[in-house]
């Protein structure tokens, strides 16, 4: 990860959703054009920004934050002395 990487913080689909979208609008990217590079429909994309996904499908999920060159990190958020 580069030193100057922005960390979106994602703790449920609706914040993922925002996440991608602040990407794709950093890139300056239209959603036709993030969806072309990361094999999706517009549609599929446009469910994901704004949280109207029912399941979210992690394939496409991940061909998407492959075409932003962003990744999907998982921190343990319980406490140290957690069993």
Same mark, same amino acid.
């Given at each position: 990860m580069r030193p100057d990487a *922005?960390? #979106?913080?994602? $703790?449920?689909? *609706?914040? &993922?959703? *925002?996440a991608v979208k602040a990407l794709r609008l950093r890139r300056g990217?239209?959603?036709a054009e993030l969806a072309e590079k990361a094999q999706v429909s517009r549609q599929? #994309?446009?469910?994901? !920004?704004g949280s109207r996904t029912r399941? &979210? !499908?992690v394939g496409r999920l991940m $061909? *998407?934050? =492959?075409?932003? =060159?962003?990744s999907l990190m998982i921190r343990d958020d319980a406490p140290e002395d957690a069993p």
């Open positions: *922005t960390l #979106l913080n994602a $703790r449920s689909l *609706t914040k &993922l959703g *925002t990217w239209t959603q599929w #994309l446009v469910a994901l !920004e399941g &979210l !499908e $061909r *998407t934050l =492959d075409a932003l =060159d962003a």
